[in-house]
T-cell receptor
Framework: DAGITQSPRHKVTETGTPVTLRCHQT?????MYWYRQDPGHGLRLIHY???????DKGEVSDGYSVSRSKTEDFLLTLESATSSQTSVYFC???????????????FGPGTRLTVL | AQSVSQHNHHVILSEAASLELGCNYS??????LFWYVQYPGQHLQLLLK??????LVKGIKGFEAEFIKSKFSFNLRKPSVQWSDTAEYFC?????????????FGKGTHLIIQP
């Protein structure tokens, strides 16, 4: 398995509180991603990073912000959590191979977040 | 925008039955295609991938998939399923290129194998 850890693995919080989820990788991959997984929706991209301090929005970015100050860490912040953000959050990493444009993503174990 | 459709949301099979899960994508250009599997309570694991070349790709655990460009399809197959194949299966696509584009996933197929 790829060296990806997520913390915390489970969290229960209340509406309106800030929450930060951490993704840490030991693979030195350039690209990192945050997805959320909801029943009937599959996985949807929230934000991604293509390098230190370089981030961009995904399909469902409203209500979320990210930061990447080091190659190995990618933080996802919910500034003011809402019940609609109750979900399982997965981090993923990817690295373009030299001489190829093909790349695959490797996923972390996930964080189950419940917003009451 | 690209999208991925998985036709079967729930599939129930008996052990030793053959499996085929459908996946169609909408994207005008060349794409990279993936099948991921998620066992209960676990993270996503890559089953197989198609980037270029032979359209019939073989993955782990006896799975294979065929890319049919004219049909925009990438169906997953296994000739004889086992109880341990019970899981959620996701088809995903991203365009080739050097960018960091994320994957677009289908909504998943929940596969249950009955002993």
């Amino acid at each position: 398995d790829a060296g990806i850890t997520q913390s915390p693995r489970h969290k229960v919080t209340e509406t309106g509180t800030p929450v930060t989820l951490r993704c840490h990788q030991t693979e030195n991959h350039r690209y990192m991603y945050w997805y959320r997984q909801d029943p009937g929706h599959g996985l949807r991209l929230i934000h991604y990073s293509y390098g230190v301090k370089d981030t961009d929005k995904g399909e469902v970015s409203d209500g979320y912000s990210v930061s990447r100050s080091k190659t190995e860490d990618f933080l996802l912040t919910l500034e003011s959590a809402t019940s609609s953000q109750t979900s399982v959050y997965f981090c993923a990493i990817s690295e373009p191979k030299s001489g190829s444009t093909a790349r695959e993503q490797f996923f972390g174990p996930g964080t189950r977040l419940t917003v009451l | 925008a690209q999208s991925v459709s998985q036709h079967n949301h729930h599939v129930i099979l008996s052990e030793a039955a053959s499996l085929e899960l459908g996946c169609n994508y909408s994207y005008g250009g060349t794409v990279n295609l993936f099948w991921y599997v998620q066992y209960p309570g676990q993270h996503l694991q890559l089953l197989l991938k198609y980037f270029s070349g032979d359209p019939l790709v073989k993955g782990i655990k006896g799975f294979e998939a065929e890319f049919i460009k004219s049909k925009f399809s990438f169906n997953l197959r296994k000739p004889s399923v086992q109880w341990s194949d019970t899981a959620e299966y996701f088809c995903a696509v991203n365009p080739p290129g050097g960018g960091a584009d994320g994957l677009t996933f289908g909504k998943g197929t929940h596969l249950i194998i009955q002993p």
